[in-house]
């Protein structure tokens, strides 16, 4: 097992509020992690402290950068070195160039892992490298049948295969998908499933999510993280997690 993230009393306050309370964590690259909990648990204050876009008030988050051998600590960091050491981040942000083709998008994403500036020529031009890079992706995400098409054409199911290939084009260490199902119907979220899987298997990269259809949850998770309040109350295999007492209460009483 390797640490690829790793969280130590990490903390966010709101004024009087603790968004996220003293939360430590370390991700296994083996696992797909599944970050869960009710209304307002703080999950997305949980990934933007992790990406960036938010400053912890305490604690400090770890990341194994892409290629590397040692744990950085990217604690208070700018959303784009986060990135660039090997944190990416889908489905939040839409970062899709609809009138491109699906190639040309993960060309243009591969662009800035490689530190160039972002020309326009290099992208239309032919660039060997560049596009035998998106590729692999292409290949590797399974999109070759639509590879030439712009992305305003495609299908719901095939633009969250795309957002996913953009984020695997600076090859990460760990991607963050937020609902990487939502809005899909049961064939598309099958899909899904199994093409995340399968990437966490094949690929450097590991994937952590968060999801509120909890049959997707189950089925797609190693590991459950659970938050309830900012804190994190259960972290384990599903079925244990599931029987968690403090997770059945959470979820009850958010309900009742
Ligand atoms: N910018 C902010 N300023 C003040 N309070 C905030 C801010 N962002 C989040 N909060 C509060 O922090 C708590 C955690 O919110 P967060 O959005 O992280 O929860 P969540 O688990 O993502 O919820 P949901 O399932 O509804 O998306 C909530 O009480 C929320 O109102
Ligand atoms: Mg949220």
């Not at 994937?207 to 949850?217: C, K, R, S, W």
């Amino acid at each position: 097992m390797t640490t690829v993230l790793e969280t130590d009393g990490l903390e966010r306050r709101f004024g009087k509020l603790l968004a996220v309370d003293d939360v430590s964590v370390a991700i296994d690259s083996d696992d797909v992690t599944s970050i869960i909990g009710p209304n307002g648990a703080g999950k997305t204050t949980f990934y933007n402290l992790l990406s960036g876009r938010l400053k912890p008030t305490g604690g400090t988050v770890k990341l194994l950068p892409s290629g590397g051998t040692e744990l950085a600590d990217i604690t208070g960091m700018e959303p784009f070195e986060i990135n660039n050491k090997g944190l990416s981040r889908a489905f939040q942000i839409n970062n899709i160039f609809e009138g491109l083709s699906v190639t040309d998008n993960i060309r243009v994403s591969r662009i800035s892992r490689d530190d160039r500036t972002l020309d326009i020529r290099s992208v239309a031009r032919e660039d060997e490298g560049l596009t035998e890079a998106a590729w692999e992706i292409i290949e590797l995400v399974g999109l070759e049948e639509v590879a030439e098409t712009q992305c305003a054409n495609l299908s719901h199911g095939d633009k969250r295969k795309v957002e996913i290939a953009l984020s695997l084009g600076t090859d990460p260490s760990v991607v963050l998908l937020d609902e990487p199902t939502a809005g899909m119907n049961a064939t598309e979220t099958e899909k899904m499933v199994d093409l995340i899987d399968d990437l966490n298997r094949q690929t450097d990269t590991t994937f952590v999510l968060t999801e509120h259809d909890m049959g997707v949850v189950l089925e797609i998770s190693d590991r459950i993280l659970v938050l309830d309040g900012g804190e994190l109350i259960a972290d384990g295999e599903p079925e244990k997690v599931m029987q968690n007492e403090q997770v059945r209460e959470a979820y009850l009483g958010g309900e009742a």
